[in-house]
């Protein structure tokens, strides 16, 4: 069974850049048919979809984030990784790493927490 | 863009049927598939309906969606209710333009 789990700092400073990895396990990130995303929940509000990215290596992000936000894949590691830079504590958020059979989410990490503060 | 509005709250008693509707702002509600995912306190969530009314292994049956064109909306049904539903659930959608939306949520609370 595929299991997705979420690394990297709990707080980040205003102004710094967050970097989260996603480590897959029981499958393959190299697999065609899934697209590899990231998804994020302040807390108690609702959810925001950052991103996605194939193994390809090809990417489509969030509009109202396009500008701030970098993902990668290392097939070597079967990871894949988010960059967010210029955080403020509007970016204070549980993040979400998801596997996704192109239209919708069957495989949930169980989120990491980031708070931003100095 | 477009948005998805969902109410903010539902309630209904345990046994009894709820639906959860999510209305599409712009575009037509039938061109682009419709998810539905539930999320219990403390817990990642979890997909119950997916491509407008499917559903993955081990969902039961009890949970159902659908798409109403007329107003431009989906809708997400659960009979038989149990206090394992209640939880918050959100519609999620997408566009050439912004692959996915999801609605803000409702709280489902099974009295």
């Known amino acids: 069974q595929v299991q997705l789990q979420e690394s990297g700092p709990g707080l980040v400073k205003p102004s710094q850049t967050l970097s989260l990895t996603c480590t897959v396990s029981?499958?393959?990130?190299?697999?065609?048919?899934?697209?590899w995303s990231w998804i994020r929940q302040p807390a108690g509000k609702g959810l925001e979809w950052i991103g996605r990215?194939?193994?390809?290596?090809?990417?489509h992000y969030n509009p109202s984030l396009k500008s701030r936000v970098t993902m990668s894949i290392d097939t070597s590691k079967n990871q894949f990784s988010l960059k967010l830079q210029s955080m403020t504590s509007a970016d204070a958020a549980v993040y979400y790493c998801?596997?996704?059979?192109?239209?919708?989410?069957?495989?949930w990490g169980k989120g990491t927490s980031v708070t931003v503060s100095s | 863009n477009f948005m998805l509005t969902q109410p903010h709250s539902v309630s209904e008693s345990p046994g009894k049927t709820v639906t959860i509707s999510c209305t599409r702002s712009?575009?037509?509600?039938?061109?682009?598939?419709v998810q539905w995912y539930q999320q219990r306190p403390g817990s990642s969530p979890t997909t119950v309906i997916y491509?407008?009314?499917?559903?993955p292994s081990g969902v039961p049956d009890r949970f159902s969606g659908s798409i109403d064109s007329s107003s431009n909306s989906a809708s997400l049904t659960i009979s038989g209710l149990t206090p394992e539903d209640e939880a918050v659930y959100y519609c999620?959608?997408?566009?050439?333009?912004?692959?996915?939306?999801f609605g803000g949520g409702t709280r489902l609370t099974v009295l």
């Open positions: 029981g499958g393959s990130i190299t697999s065609t048919t899934y697209y």
């Open positions: 998801a596997r996704v059979p192109i239209t919708w989410i069957d495989v």
């Open positions: 990215i194939y193994t390809s290596g090809s990417t």
């Open positions: 999620q959608s997408y566009d050439s333009s912004i692959p996915w939306v």
């Open positions: 491509e407008d009314n499917q559903r």
């Open positions: 712009s575009g037509t509600i039938a061109s682009n598939y």
